[in-house]
């Protein structure tokens, strides 16, 4: 008899929700495809999310797996998709090496490797409520082929993470690692993301598989520990973040106020103590950082909504921790009050909000 397992997720609708699911055999004593980079296994890659970093980030991979591999895509948006399409190539009937799927189960079903970036912990557990459903059917072909791999970017919560981890394990329909990454859309666009990985070091191999495969969207993967580490470090991250890009807009804006040439007072900057992220690749201040999406009237880049939420959910797993925080709330405050103002921008915008000129 097999193993049977209750999975709970969450979901902002409703309390919970409980999948009685029955595991299926082990991946790894069924046949299946062996995942292989090599044009010649005619591998198929999976991606669900063409977001504002989901986007550049498939068409990175799209860009550098073989012609011959196939990438499976989903997006609630369809404009999203249809979009994709046309910017990459190809037709619904996979052209060009690009499926449309109908669904995220259908992303998984057809993948050995499906890697989700998605705004919310809600709209993670709802994918992989969608995918785990039932059993996935087995991967084709050779017997000593890695286990199906589910790779998150996404930026949630570590709790709601192990969750979902569990329910993929459990079920033995595959692993499931963290891998939320760091960059914004600039380097997203540049794959030059640097990605935080949660994974077992002691699933053999595990890790060594991972990372090659996020090197293809960025160039740095940095192994923090088992499952969920990934994304505590970037929550720390994010955290500084935040409080950083609102204390580059105050500085630029007090010094050009101060009658400082904007250019030489970035260069200033950038070449001192106050050097930082925000003021070096993202700075607020247009004509600074190339690219930046303020040279754009800040579209393009991360959401000022998005930002808001990395640091909410830092907030509250520092609270759980009881860890002592003292800038968070009153920059909470400040994109709350951005977001009603300046919605949909790059948080960078924060810049303009202040006044700055």
Same mark, same amino acid.
């Given at each position: ?21 029955? /595991?299926?055999?082990?991946? $790894?004593?069924?046949? %299946?495809? *062996?995942? $292989?980079?090599?044009?010649? &296994? ?20 799209? /860009?550098?797996?073989?012609? *011959? ?7 609630? &948006? ?24 109908? *669904?995220?189960?259908?992303? /998984? ?39 199906? !791999? @589910? ?13 979902? +981890? ?15 990454? *760091? ?11 640097? @990605? ?23 160039? %740095? ?29 105050? +500085? ?15 260069? !200033? ?12 690749? &993202? &700075? ?17 880049? @991360? ?17 759980? !921790? ?36």
């Amino acid at each position: 008899m097999r193993p049977s397992s209750s999975i709970r997720f969450y979901y902002p609708s409703r309390l919970c929700t409980t999948l009685n699911t029955t /595991a299926p055999t082990s991946l $790894s004593t069924v046949t %299946r495809r *062996s995942f $292989s980079s090599t044009p010649s &296994n005619l591998a198929t890659w999976g991606f669900i999310g063409l977001g504002r970093m989901g986007y550049p980030m498939a068409q990175n991979l799209r /860009a550098k797996i073989p012609s *011959s591999d196939t990438l499976v895509i989903y997006d609630r &948006n369809t404009e999203a998709t249809t979009k994709f399409m046309q910017e990459v190539g190809g037709t619904a009937n996979g052209d060009m090496g690009i499926e449309v799927a109908g *669904s995220p189960r259908q992303v /998984a079903e057809k993948s050995e490797v499906t890697i989700t970036t998605l705004p919310e912990p809600s709209h993670v557990k709802n994918v992989f409520h969608n995918i785990l459903n039932s059993p996935l059917p087995p991967l084709p072909s050779s017997p000593d082929a890695p286990e199906r !791999l @589910f790779i998150d970017c996404s930026t949630i919560d570590p709790t709601s993470s192990r969750e979902v +981890a569990n329910a993929v394990h459990s079920t033995l329909q595959g692993r499931f690692v963290d891998a939320p990454m *760091s960059g914004g859309v600039v380097g997203a666009r540049a794959a030059t993301l640097t @990605f935080m990985l949660g994974a077992s070091s002691r699933s053999g191999g595990l890790v060594k598989r991972v990372t090659p495969i996020l090197e293809l969207m960025g160039k %740095r993967v940095l192994h923090l520990g088992e499952q969920g580490t990934g994304l505590s470090g970037k929550l720390a991250n994010n955290y500084l973040l935040a409080i950083s890009n609102i204390a580059t807009a105050e +500085a630029m804006n007090l010094g050009v106020r101060l009658g400082l040439d904007p250019q030489r007072l970035g260069e !200033l900057i950038n070449g001192s103590s106050g050097r930082c992220w925000s003021s070096e690749v &993202n &700075n607020p201040v247009p004509g600074i950082s190339p690219g930046a999406p303020a040279e754009k009237d800040y579209e393009g880049g @991360f959401g000022v909504e998005l930002m808001r939420k990395d640091l909410r959910l830092a907030m509250e797993e520092a609270q759980r !921790l009881e860890a002592k925080i003292e800038l968070g709330a009153k920059a909470g405050e400040v994109y709350a009050e951005v977001e009603t103002a300046e919605k949909g921008k790059d948080f960078s915008v924060v810049y303009r909000w202040l006044g700055g000129r």
